[in-house]
T-cell receptor, first 115, second 109 residues
Framework: DGGITQSPKYLFRKEGQNVTLSCEQN?????MYWYRQDPGQGLRLIYY???????QKGDIAEGYSVSREKKESFPLTVTSAQKNPTAFYLC??????????????FGEGSRLTVL | QKEVEQNSGPLSVPEGAIASLNCTYS??????FFWYRQYSGKSPELIMF????GDKEDGRFTAQLNKASQYVSLLIRDSQPSDSATYLC?????????FGAGTILRVKS
């Protein structure tokens, strides 16, 4: 079945550690996104990529890094520089359609907790 | 900073009633708007999107867009307890979506 797979679903990190969240899609979508969600808040954009080997910072990119070496994959690394990384991380993909439509399809999310 | 505003709720409605969820956006240039439903601990699911002024209906759901007032709404007819969730409104900003904080809906049986 087509979809977006995020792993791990739950992750615990000690302070000072880098962790990488995986996101793989088989929808043949060009664009991929990482959002962060905190309790009671909406989704905030971390990074996005419209094409392989290119990506742009979102609104809260500090302390995060990404790569887009393959169309299907868009991993997110949460570095030790991210001061408050405990959150629900959502990966999404889309096929933008001339500015109209182009809805996002989401993975099941990864919940990161800093111990 | 382009913004999407929603009342956080909770909005409580009795089973069978119409639930009305509202959203305003700051960017007059936004062309497309999306409603997602998110159950607790789960990822958002698309309900529908709209880009023309007026109403768009899909089953029990109707999205309404008024670009002059920069206002989007979602009506849920014959609300069911299974509709209890957080509803996220989003506006397209170029190649990305800007999300509101969501409105919690509770449907009481």
């Amino acid at each position: 079945d087509g979809g977006i797979t995020q792993s791990p679903k739950y992750l615990f990190r000690k302070e000072g550690q880098n962790v990488t969240l995986s996101c793989e899609q088989n929808l043949n979508h060009d664009a991929m996104y990482w959002y962060r969600q905190d309790p009671g808040q909406g989704l905030r954009l971390i990074y996005y990529s419209q094409i392989v080997n290119d990506f742009q910072k979102g609104d809260i990119a500090e302390g995060y890094s990404v790569s887009r070496e393959k169309k299907e994959s868009f991993p997110l690394t949460v570095t030790s520089a991210q001061k408050n990384p405990t959150a629900f991380y959502l990966c999404a993909s889309s096929n933008p359609a001339g500015g109209l439509g182009g809805e996002l399809f989401f993975g099941e999310g990864s919940r990161l907790t800093v111990l | 900073q382009k913004e999407v505003e929603q009342n956080s709720g909770p909005l409580s409605v009795p089973e069978g009633a119409i639930a009305s969820l509202n959203c305003t956006y700051s960017d007059q240039g936004s062309q497309s708007f999306f409603w997602y439903r998110q159950y607790s601990g789960k990822s958002p699911e698309l309900i529908m999107f709209i880009y023309s002024n007026g109403d768009k209906e899909d089953g029990r759901f109707t999205a309404q867009l008024n670009k002059a007032s920069q206002y989007v709404s979602l009506l849920i007819r014959d609300s069911q307890p299974s509709d209890s969730a957080t509803y996220l409104c989003a506006a397209r900003d170029g190649n990305k979506l800007v999300f509101g904080a969501g409105t919690i809906l509770r449907v009481k049986s």
